[in-house]
């Protein structure tokens, strides 16, 4: 069998067959294939697939409106309500506030660019974790190690919670001390917590509640900030203009770069969520934003006072509207309105942040992992939640408040800006290294050179101390949130080390990606299995009634040359032929396509295949009912394996079917099969398949009392059964099959089954869709 480069190999790669003196420890789960074989309903979690232009197995179901929608309102957030004050008193002048923020979205079309490219190049889920881990290959587990503890230690909502304390006690006219500040913002934090780890469903309903409330809020904005700036001189009552003009513009600039540098991370903060989407909709609401946060400003400095701006923190919003609609609206509902915004997006991100947390600690990257990424006890992410909630306490709580939410979007942006500058790096590697990989956009070189420059110098800030001194507002050190930022990445170096070197060496084992199912039954690849007792009814002597069009499924007689199945090159020299032909035969398809296999040939004890590898490939039979692709998935693996000819073969129908053989005569657990037609789409569950640089999708199958099942006893090597995967034609025939494994009372003593699955893209090229 041919040896995987290492560059090529999953990311937690099988180590070799470990000597009799070691032993070996999983790290995270895995679909369990092995680095030559897929198996049912998985992809190849192979580096090196990320080149290959394929469609999202996802579908691209999203209409360029809807796209726009969404990155526009993810973009828009509590920044345009918060950090304009800060900026405006940090930099002195409101010239250099309003050229930042001009700045800032250049700056941000630069990164948008290329994270095009690198979204165009490696079309797949995961941004910049999966731009860095194709980038930055060695050493193993590094890139992904550093994005696992960023998102942790970093993945916090304090922020928000921050906003939310200070526009609640705005509104209610409360001059809060420094406690009763942070604790409304824990409070906040805390009964969030609750919610989503306690009542799941009822946590999504308010977050979905308070989201149209932002929404709200963001066109009322858009509206009063044109009212304002069209219409202000015409209010009686109010000056003309609060607006600088002439040399005022730029009075009192501090030119300072460290001071410019922590100014330009919040009008980041304020930019963030473009990368959503990768394609023209991001540049859209990219320009869209700086127009509105240009306008917003304009608007901030013609209704309030720029002494105002100053002193308001964070609550120029709040400050904006009082002045604007008067002490009942402006003073009270309107930052209200805002406060609850602020507790939308804690909800939002906290609910994702523990779903991210969840994942990173079933990969194996958390310390009591299996404990960590359970839906124990109420069916919600309750350890990610709570990896979620201490890093954010702690951030809420231990600086002076006075100047907390500055410093939370310092230390966030600092160890960002380091990543922006790798993937930068990476991106100008890559053009050297693989010219060979396909670039349907490609980023301007200005953009890129601008954006490591700005990246370095950014990085250097640091060592720039502002001019009256050096400690700010609240009595923090001007660098600490350069400080914190690379001890968290010193951290993640170290936790690296200490996780896949120190302990391994110490302990003697070997880092393995092996499949583990939780007490909840919860696994990287499938969702919690429900039995349920059902008829499944023998073919055997009736095998000819049931048809791949008619059923789902086909028994046929057909005798190997091959019969052992022991070597891989010598099953794709001999089999596939075999397969190719027999496919031929039975559905007149003009072309075959076999893009993988599986064996199952599994021990009666798994702990004696004392090899990682051998391990791996010993697979049993899959005893949960499933689609080995869905739809979208389906479609997205012709151009995955045949991209020069995609647009041609897609216009004929498309079939994926699985040759399914027995090795030896079947004694225990037999494959089941279900009448395609006794099951209706809306019993199909999407599960999705979240690997460290990919995203696929299987069906699995809700229990229906309708859905008739089928076997043949003791099915022999002379036989395959055709299973349909997927069906383009929608002509009302069978388009898929759902097929489990099942266990038959008193066959357990038995000789285990063994098996060869052969899945095949089928094309009949003159036929039709419909």
């Known amino acids: ?15 070799p067959s470990p000597s009799p003196t070691s032993s070996s420890k999983t790290a995270y789960g895995t679909d369990e294939e092995s680095n030559d074989t897929v198996a049912v309903g998985e992809v190849s979690r192979s580096v090196e697939d990320d080149v290959l232009p394929e469609t999202s197995t996802l579908g691209r179901n999203i209409s360029w409106s809807s796209a726009y929608i969404l990155v526009i309102s993810r973009v828009i957030g509590s920044g345009i309500f918060a950090t304009p004050g800060a900026i405006v008193r940090s930099v002195g002048s409101v010239g250099l506030s309003l050229s930042l923020w001009i700045v800032g979205a250049i700056i941000a079309a630069c990164g948008l660019a290329i994270s095009l490219e690198y979204g165009s190049m490696l079309p797949r889920s995961g941004g910049e974790k999966v731009y860095l881990e194709f980038t930055y290959r060695r050493p193993r587990f590094l890139a992904s190690t550093l994005v696992a503890v960023q998102a942790v230690l970093l993945g916090f909502t304090a922020s928000n919670c921050i906003i939310f304390s200070q526009y609640v006690l705005f509104a209610f006219d409360i001059e809060g001390s420094d406690l009763i500040r942070k604790s409304l913002a824990v409070g906040l934090l805390t009964a969030i917590t609750i919610i989503h780890g306690c009542f ?74 473009l990368n959503n989407v990768n394609n023209s909709v991001s540049v859209s609401a990219l320009v869209t934003a700086c127009i509105l946060y240009v306008l917003v400003n304009i608007a901030y400095f013609i209704v309030v006072p720029l002494d105002e701006i ?81 890093p954010s306490l702690l951030v809420i709580t231990l600086p002076p408040s006075g100047d907390v939410y500055s410093f939370i979007l310092e230390v966030e942006g600092y160890p960002g800006t380091i990543y922006g500058l790798a993937v930068s790096i990476g991106l100008l590697w890559l053009r050297y290294k693989r010219p060979d990989l396909k670039r349907p956009f490609k980023a301007w070189i200005v953009a890129v050179i601008l954006r490591i420059a700005l990246g370095l110098a950014l990085l250097a800030a640091p060592f720039f101390p502002p001019r009256d001194g050096k400690e700010r507002q609240g009595g923090i050190w001007y ?91 010598q ?15 039975v559905t007149g398809a003009t072309r075959i396509f076999i893009f993988d296999h599986t064996i199952r040939r599994q021990p009666k004890d798994i702990s004696l295949a004392d090899a990682a590898e051998t391990r791996a490939r010993l697979r049993g039979p899959v005893q949960r009912v499933h689609i080995d692709q869905s739809y979208s998935a389906s479609l997205s693996r012709v151009p995955h394996h045949l991209p020069d000819e995609a647009e041609h073969l897609l216009r004929g129908r498309v079939e994926i079917i699985n040759v399914w053989r027995p090795i030896k005569t079947v004694q225990r657990d037999p494959l089941a099969v279900a009448d395609a037609h006794s099951v209706r789409d809306e019993s199909l569950v999407v599960t999705e398949l979240i690997y460290p640089n990919r995203r696929g999708e299987t069906y699995a199958v809700r229990y229906d009392g309708g859905h008739r099942w089928f076997y043949k006893h003791g099915l022999t090597p002379e036989e395959v059964l055709l299973i349909k995967c997927f069906d383009s034609k929608k002509d009302g025939r069978a388009r898929r099959v759902p097929h489990t494994a099942f266990e038959v009372e008193g066959t357990e003593g038995r000789e285990g089954r063994e098996s060869i699955e052969v899945r095949c893209l089928v094309f009949h090229e003159g036929d039709t869709l419909e």
């Open 310 to 390: 100053r002193d308001s923190g964070e609550l120029i919003a709040a400050l904006f509207f009082e002045r604007s609609f008067g002490p009942n609206v402006g003073k009270r509902i309107l930052p209200l309105a805002v406060a609850l915004s602020g507790a939308g997006n804690v909800m939002v991100v906290t609910f994702a942040l523990a779903r991210l947390n969840q994942e990173i600690a079933r990969q194996g990257f958390l310390p009591f992992s299996k404990i960590l990424s359970s839906n124990k006890p109420f069916g919600a992410p309750m350890g990610g939640l709570i990896v979620h909630y201490i």
């Open 571 to 585: 099953i794709k020299a001999q089999y596939y032929p075999e397969v190719e032909q027999l496919l031929k035969d």
């Open 200 to 273: 799941l469903k009822t946590g999504i309903h308010i977050q979905n509640f308070l989201g149209w409330i932002k929404v709200g809020l963001v066109v009322f904005m858009i509206f009063a900030g044109l009212f304002v700036v069209t219409f202000r001189s015409h209010i009686s009552g109010h000056p003309a203009s609060n607006f600088p003009t002439g040399k005022d513009l730029w009075k009192d600039t501090d030119w300072s770069w460290g001071i410019i540098s922590t100014s330009l991370f919040k009008v980041f903060y304020s930019y963030a969520g």
């Open 1 to 15: 069998m041919s040896a995987v480069p290492d560059d090529q190999r999953p990311l937690l790669s099988r180590s």
């Open 479 to 569: 660098a600490t949130y350069a400080v914190v930022g690379i001890s968290i990445i010193i951290f993640g170096l170290l936790y690296w080390y200490v996780w896949t070197k120190l302990i391994p060496r110490w302990k003697g084992y070997t880092l393995e990606e092996e499949t583990s199912v939780l007490e909840d039954g919860t696994t990287t690849y499938s969702r919690p299995a429900e039995p349920h007792l059902v008829t499944v009814r023998d073919v055997s002597g009736r095998e000819h009634e049931y048809t791949l069009d008619g059923n789902g499924f086909q028994f046929h007689k057909h005798v190997s040359i091959e019969k052992d199945f022991l070597d891989d090159d």
